[in-house]
C-alpha cells in the first residue's frame, strides 16, 4: 500500500487490500447481525395469535373417498390445534374441510370460514342466460318501454356499480306502474350526483328501495361483471408481454382462456338488456357489453402489447380463424376484422418476409404446435 492510498484516511480504517482485516469485519459485522436477529424474536405479543390455514382443491371429491375422508380428518386434527379453517364454500375437499372443522374437539372455539368463488364461465350463464339459437322472451311483446315522462335519481355516494337486484326491480316497477333504467353499466364508476336510474312512468317511486336494489363497492368484482373475467386476463397477458418481463408464452396461455371465455360468450344472446314483470311488459332497462366490446376487450390490447412476438401473433390467429369456424355466422364480423388488423401488424412488425410468413400461421401452441 502506498503512501497515497493511506494519506487523509481516518484513524481504524481497514484498506479492502488488506484481505484478512476485511473477513474479520466481516464475520463480526455477519454475526453481530445474527445476534440481533435473535434477540428480536425472543420478543413475543401480549395475547397468542391465531393461526389460519387454507385448505382448496377439488369440487368433485365425494364423501367416502380417500381425498375426501384425508381432508376432512386432517382439518379436524388442525381445528384442534387451535387454527381456523378457511375454505370454500362450495362441494368437495371444501366441503370436508368445513366438516372436519366442525366434528373438531377443541379446547378453544375455532371457525371455518367458506369463501366463495365466482368463476367467469358461471358469471357469462348468469348475466346471459340465454344461447343464441333460442328466441327472447320479449320478441313478441310490443312495449314501448320509453314512452311517458322521466325523472332522474342520482347516486348519493362514489363507488363502482357491482350488481344490481333484478328480481327486486322488476317486482318494484310492477307494484309502480313504471319502467326502470339504469343509467350506469355494471363495472362503472359512479361518483355523486351521477345518474344511477331513470323512471319512466309513474315517478312516485320510494327512493330509498331503488338505493337498496343496486351496490356500489370500493373495486370491481365478477359479481354480475363478465367483462372483469376478460380484464383480468388481458393484464395477465399485459404483463408477460411488457418490456420489463419479457414472457410471451404467459401471454399465450392466457389466450389459451380468453379463446374458451369468447367461446362461450359468442354464443350467448347478448342483448338481454330489458326485463319483463310476469304479465310481459317490459319493467328493467339495463345495459351489457355487446359482443363486439367483448373481441375488442379480449384482443386489442395482446396484439398491440405483443405486436413484435411470433407466438402471440400465431396463437391469436388460431383463436380467430378457430371462433368463426364454430360460432354462429352473426358472430363472424369483428373476427374477422381482428384477423385482418392482426395480418397488417405482422407486415408492420416482421421486416423480413420469412419471419412474416411465419407469424401468420395459425398455432394453438404460439409456436411448437402443429399448424
Not at 22 to 46: A, C, E, M, Y
Not at 196 to 225: C, H, K
Amino acid at each position: 500500500m502506498s503512501a497515497n492510498d493511506t494519506q487523509g484516511a481516518k484513524p481504524g480504517t481497514i484498506s479492502l487490500a488488506d484481505e484478512e482485516a476485511v473477513k474479520q469485519i466481516l464475520v463480526r459485522t455477519v454475526f453481530g447481525l445474527w445476534d440481533i436477529v435473535s434477540n428480536l424474536t425472543r420478543l413475543r405479543p401480549s395475547k397468542r395469535e391465531r393461526y389460519r390455514v387454507t385448505i382448496f382443491g377439488s369440487a368433485r371429491a365425494k364423501p367416502g373417498t380417500l381425498a375426501y375422508e384425508e381432508v376432512k380428518r386432517v382439518a379436524r386434527a388442525l381445528a384442534e390445534m387451535g387454527c381456523d379453517i378457511i375454505t370454500g364454500g362450495g362441494p368437495g375437499l371444501m366441503q370436508a374441510a368445513n366438516e372436519g372443522a366442525a366434528a373438531a374437539n377443541a379446547s378453544e372455539r375455532n371457525r371455518s370460514v367458506g369463501i366463495r368463488v365466482d368463476l367467469p364461465f358461471e358469471i357469462i350463464k348468469e348475466v346471459y342466460p340465454r344461447h343464441l339459437a333460442q328466441l327472447t322472451l320479449t320478441s313478441s311483446v310490443n312495449v314501448e318501454p320509453r314512452q311517458g315522462p322521466a325523472r332522474t335519481i342520482t347516486s348519493l355516494k362514489a363507488g363502482v356499480l357491482l350488481a344490481f337486484d333484478v328480481r327486486g326491480l322488476v317486482a318494484l316497477a310492477a307494484r309502480s306502474d313504471c319502467v326502470f333504467e339504469l343509467a350506469s353499466q355494471v363495472g362503472d364508476f359512479v361518483a355523486p350526483g351521477d345518474p344511477l336510474f331513470q323512471i319512466i312512468g309513474n315517478a312516485d317511486v320510494p327512493t330509498d328501495s331503488l338505493y337498496e336494489s343496486v351496490a356500489l363497492g370500493v373495486e370491481r368484482t365478477m359479481e354480475q361483471d363478465p367483462a372483469l373475467a376478460f380484464r383480468v386476463i388481458v393484464d395477465i397477458a399485459s404483463k408477460g408481454l411488457s418490456s420489463a418481463i419479457n414472457d410471451p408464452t404467459t401471454a399465450v396461455l392466457a389466450l389459451d382462456q380468453i379463446h374458451h371465455l369468447l367461446r362461450n360468450v359468442g354464443g350467448r344472446r347478448l342483448d338481454d338488456d330489458s326485463v319483463c314483470d310476469a304479465a310481459g311488459r317490459v319493467r328493467l332497462l339495463y345495459h351489457t357489453p355487446d359482443w363486439q366490446n367483448f373481441v375488442a376487450l379480449a384482443v386489442t390490447e395482446i396484439r398491440q402489447f405483443g405486436g413484435t412476438s411470433i407466438q402471440i401473433a400465431r396463437r391469436m390467429r388460431a383463436m380467430l380463424d378457430n371462433l368463426v369456424q364454430t360460432l354462429p355466422t352473426e358472430r363472424a364480423e369483428p373476427l374477422r376484422q381482428e384477423l385482418e388488423l392482426q395480418r397488417r401488424s405482422n407486415e408492420r412488425c416482421f421486416s423480413e418476409p420469412e419471419d412474416c410468413a411465419l407469424a401468420e400461421i395459425s398455432d394453438s401452441q404460439g409456436l411448437g404446435g402443429k399448424p
